[in-house]
């Protein structure tokens, strides 16, 4: 007996082997994709009728700083080392753990909300990060943001923090949880720290995920102290391997990016951030060509504003063909792809497929909208057309976290209050009560 059967869905299996199927259906049982097929021959405890629905893979969001909801609109504007140093670093000083939870249990609130099944994230008091995924039933690789600046002693600090994190999260959560080692960025983590990072992560048989080459002072900072990009640092120290995500890539000479294609270093690229702060085109095409895994991310909310990856999969397919004056540099399937698929890669977790024996991680998108009508392609309206609010079903692990638009694994007022209560933490001007969205009877 199934727990789980999905009905009269079109099922986006995102398979290459069987393909999608205009009608299908899928059973779940133990957490597991058990039948993917035209009919299942078994019964099942529950059903869910995906009548009028596509049934894909949840979404993969690899690179995240899941508690920066706090820092919506915090500050926007800005060149990225002026926004990072003189106003986000120094708010996040204020903020603790308790603060942490309740802005990751906001970005789970939205990820799940807009269909993201898994995300990579890396912040500061990572283990609230960790309690809130595990208490809201998402699947995530989390790590905590190490940063040296050359000093020893907060080098030592830092990857203690690090070595924690992974000695009490990886495998949390009944193996939602996976850890990884976040040394921030090549410019801001010393050679030795990098090298130290690098030999943990090897002999914890955890991945590493860092930030490199986001902007064009990162690599003429990197030139000036030592001779070489970060790409070729990290190279030369031998940081890379297929265990890396590196976030951004974006000025990359050719030979960085045959580089991370040898080693088999993944991308996560986030183009809705990148335009935001101004830091550059990431060569996505290129890399796809040379066989580099890259897969799409948010980045953090405040350099997006929001996570839903409905958007950054429109502004992935948009921004490449108006760079390259190209409409067929990436299309709507090789998007997709990337969102779920490659992402899921990325991680080293059986998903971003709907596979007999992969996770139950999927979810249900509702195309019996105006905005979505009439219905030629459904690859073509899940990237151009459609939006994180058409999401109505959302499975992790076999369990069902939303239902017809329901959130049923958190209370989302309760989740917002405590949100917007942390945020005051920031000391700045607050509009939530102005706008009176701190009263319950006020219509959300
Ligand atoms: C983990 C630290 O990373 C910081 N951060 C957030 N967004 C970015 C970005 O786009 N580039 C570099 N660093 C970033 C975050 O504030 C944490 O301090
Ligand atoms: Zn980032």
């Given at each position: 007996?199934?727990d789980?059967?999905?009905?009269?869905?079109?099922?986006?299996?995102?398979d290459?082997?069987?393909?999608?199927?205009?009608?299908?259906?899928?059973?779940?049982?133990?957490?597991?994709?058990?039948?993917?097929?035209?009919?299942?021959?078994?019964?099942?405890?529950?059903?869910?009728?995906?009548?009028?629905?596509?049934?894909?893979?949840?979404?993969?969001?690899?690179?995240?700083?899941?508690?920066?909801?706090?820092?919506?609109?915090?500050?926007?504007?800005?060149?990225?080392a002026?926004?990072?140093?003189?106003?986000?670093?120094?708010?996040?000083?204020?903020?603790?753990?308790?603060?942490?939870?309740?802005?990751?249990?906001?970005?789970?609130?939205?990820?799940?909300?807009?269909g993201?099944?898994?995300?990579?994230?890396?912040?500061?008091?990572?283990?609230?990060?960790?309690?809130?995924?595990?208490?809201?039933?998402?699947?995530?690789?989390?790590?905590?943001?190490?940063?040296?600046?050359?000093?020893?002693?907060?080098?030592?600090?830092?990857?203690?923090?690090?070595?924690?994190?992974?000695?009490?999260?990886?495998?949390?959560a009944?193996?939602?949880?996976?850890?990884?080692?976040?040394?921030?960025?090549?410019?801001?983590?010393?050679?030795?720290?990098?090298?130290?990072?690098?030999?943990?992560?090897?002999?914890?048989?955890?991945?590493?995920?860092?930030?490199?080459?986001?902007?064009?002072?990162?690599?003429?900072?990197?030139?000036?102290?030592?001779?070489?990009?970060?790409?070729?640092?990290?190279?030369?120290?031998?940081?890379?391997?297929?265990d890396?995500?590196?976030?951004h890539?974006?000025?990359?000479?050719?030979?960085?990016?045959?580089?991370?294609?040898?080693t088999?270093?993944?991308?996560?690229?986030?183009?809705?951030?990148?335009?935001?702060?101004?830091?550059?085109?990431?060569?996505?095409?290129?890399?796809?060509?040379?066989?580099?895994?890259?897969?799409?991310?948010?980045?953090?909310?405040?350099?997006?504003?929001?996570?839903?990856?409905?958007?950054?999969?429109?502004?992935?397919?948009?921004?490449?063909?108006v760079?390259?004056?190209d409409?067929?540099?990436?299309?709507?399937?090789?998007?997709?792809?990337?969102?779920?698929?490659?992402?899921?890669?990325?991680?080293?977790?059986?998903?971003?497929?709907?596979?007999?024996?992969?996770?139950?991680?999927?979810?249900?998108?509702?195309?019996?909208?105006?905005?979505?009508?009439?219905?030629?392609?459904?690859?073509?309206?899940?990237?151009?057309?459609?939006?994180?609010?058409?999401?109505?079903?959302?499975?992790?692990?076999?369990?069902v976290?939303?239902?017809?638009?329901?959130?049923?694994?958190?209370?989302?007022?309760?989740?917002?209050?405590?949100?917007?209560?942390?945020?005051?933490?920031?000391?700045?001007?607050?509009?939530?009560?102005?706008?009176?969205?701190?009263?319950?009877?006020?219509?959300?």
């Amino acid at each position: 007996m199934a727990d789980i059967l999905i009905k009269n869905g079109y099922i986006l299996t995102m398979d290459p082997d069987t393909g999608d199927l205009k009608k299908g259906e899928v059973a779940i049982e133990n957490g597991r994709i058990i039948y993917v097929g035209l009919s299942y021959n078994g019964k099942a405890d529950k059903i869910i009728d995906a009548s009028g629905s596509v049934v894909m893979p949840g979404l993969v969001n690899t690179h995240n700083h899941a508690g920066m909801t706090l820092l919506r609109g915090y500050a926007d504007d800005l060149p990225l080392a002026e926004w990072l140093e003189d106003y986000i670093w120094p708010v996040e000083e204020k903020l603790g753990p308790e603060e942490i939870y309740a802005g990751v249990r906001l970005a789970c609130l939205e990820m799940i909300k807009s269909g993201t099944t898994t995300f990579a994230d890396m912040y500061i008091h990572e283990q609230a990060a960790a309690r809130a995924v595990e208490d809201c039933g998402m699947r995530a690789a989390l790590s905590y943001g190490m940063i040296d600046f050359g000093d020893p002693q907060r080098a030592e600090s830092s990857l203690l923090k690090g070595r924690n994190f992974v000695k009490d999260f990886n495998g949390a959560a009944n193996g939602r949880i996976s850890a990884m080692y976040g040394p921030h960025a090549p410019h801001t983590c010393s050679q030795q720290f990098l090298q130290d990072v690098r030999k943990q992560a090897r002999k914890d048989d955890v991945k590493v995920h860092i930030h490199v080459l986001e902007t064009e002072a990162e690599l003429n900072q990197m030139k000036e102290k030592y001779g070489k990009c970060s790409v070729n640092m990290l190279h030369d120290i031998g940081f890379f391997d297929s265990d890396v995500l590196a976030a951004h890539c974006i000025w990359l000479s050719e030979g960085d990016m045959n580089i991370l294609a040898e080693t088999g270093v993944h991308v996560s690229h986030d183009p809705v951030s990148n335009m935001k702060t101004a830091a550059g085109i990431a060569p996505v095409p290129q890399l796809l060509e040379k066989g580099v895994n890259v897969s799409l991310s948010t980045d953090g909310c405040a350099s997006n504003n929001n996570l839903d990856m409905f958007g950054v999969m429109k502004t992935a397919a948009l921004l490449h063909k108006v760079n390259s004056m190209d409409l067929t540099v990436i299309d709507a399937r090789k998007v997709l792809e990337m969102a779920t698929v490659y992402g899921a890669k990325a991680l080293g977790i059986e998903a971003g497929m709907i596979k007999e024996g992969y996770y139950g991680d999927l979810i249900v998108v509702d195309m019996k909208r105006p905005h979505l009508t009439p219905l030629y392609d459904v690859d073509s309206h899940l990237v151009y057309s459609a939006r994180g609010s058409d999401v109505t079903t959302v499975l992790v692990d076999g369990k069902v976290l939303m239902e017809n638009g329901k959130v049923l694994c958190m209370d989302e007022y309760e989740i917002m209050m405590e949100a917007s209560k942390a945020a005051k933490k920031t000391d700045s001007q607050h509009l939530i009560d102005v706008l009176g969205l701190n009263d319950p009877s006020v219509d959300q």
